[in-house]
């Protein structure tokens, strides 16, 4: 079974703070995926990577960075965390056979940032 | 510019009172239309991939129907553990492998 953890379920930050969430995967997967989840609003794309090194801009990539420096690990920064960053994120990754293949997601992390 | 709405935004079912959910989409070209159900506290868990125009998927008792605007999830005879958020996504022909999303279906299935 595909399996995507996340480094935390719970986490509280301070305005300012820098902020980093890890995502991990364990099936060789080269595509992985960082969204944020809010009510009302579904899932929305921050950044996404195709490739060790490689990395996209997603949907609403302000504020965030992101890092993959080996292919099992997709890292999503804020550098100066903000109120409106307070919501929940999920990581996702993808095997690359086949154009049409689903996300396996991970289990989420809900920040607050106070 | 590409949209996903899903309708309604809640749901209440008795057990055993079956019913559909809809996922409307505006894309230039869709590529595939992804069905996932979520738990309160937990990440999508993925239900089906539907790729064109008549096509249908079914598992237990879920079964998603797929037209060139819209596909339906349908829930026959639910039980409570079927109450979940449904989501629904379209990855289209210029988005290689990206989703986007609508914003979910909240199903409550009362005993």
């Known amino acids: 079974d595909v399996k995507v953890t996340q480094s935390s379920r719970y986490l509280v930050k301070r305005t300012g703070e820098k902020v980093f969430l890890e995502c991990v995967q364990d099936?060789?997967?080269?595509?992985m995926f960082w969204y944020r989840q809010d009510p009302g609003l579904g899932l929305r794309l921050i950044y996404f990577?195709?490739?060790?090194?490689?990395?996209e801009k997603g949907d609403i990539p302000e504020g965030y960075s992101v890092s993959r420096e080996k292919k099992e690990r997709f890292s999503l920064i804020l550098e100066s965390a903000s109120t409106n960053q307070t919501s929940m994120y999920l990581c996702?990754?993808?095997?690359?056979?086949?154009?049409?293949?689903?996300?396996?997601f991970g289990p989420g992390t809900r920040l607050t940032v106070l | 510019e590409d949209q996903v709405t899903q309708s309604p935004e809640a749901l209440r079912l008795q057990e055993g009172e079956s019913s559909s959910l809809n996922c409307s989409y505006t894309?230039?070209?869709?590529?595939?239309l992804f069905w996932y159900r979520q738990d309160p506290g937990k990440g999508p868990e993925f239900l089906f991939t539907?790729?064109?125009a008549g096509e249908e998927k079914e598992k237990e008792r879920l079964k998603a129907t797929l037209t060139k605007k819209e596909s339906f999830l349908h829930i026959t005879a639910p039980k409570p553990e079927d109450s979940a958020t449904y989501l629904c996504?379209?990855?289209?022909?210029?988005?290689?492998?990206?989703?986007?999303f609508g914003a979910g279906t909240q199903v409550v299935v009362t005993p």
């Open positions: 996702a990754s993808r095997p690359p056979r086949g154009i049409y293949n689903e996300q396996f």
């Open positions: 099936m060789d997967h080269e595509n």
């Open positions: 990577s195709y490739d060790v090194k490689m990395k």
């Open positions: 894309v230039s070209g869709l590529r595939g």
């Open positions: 539907l790729y064109s």
């Open positions: 996504a379209v990855m289209t022909t210029d988005s290689w492998g990206k989703l986007q």
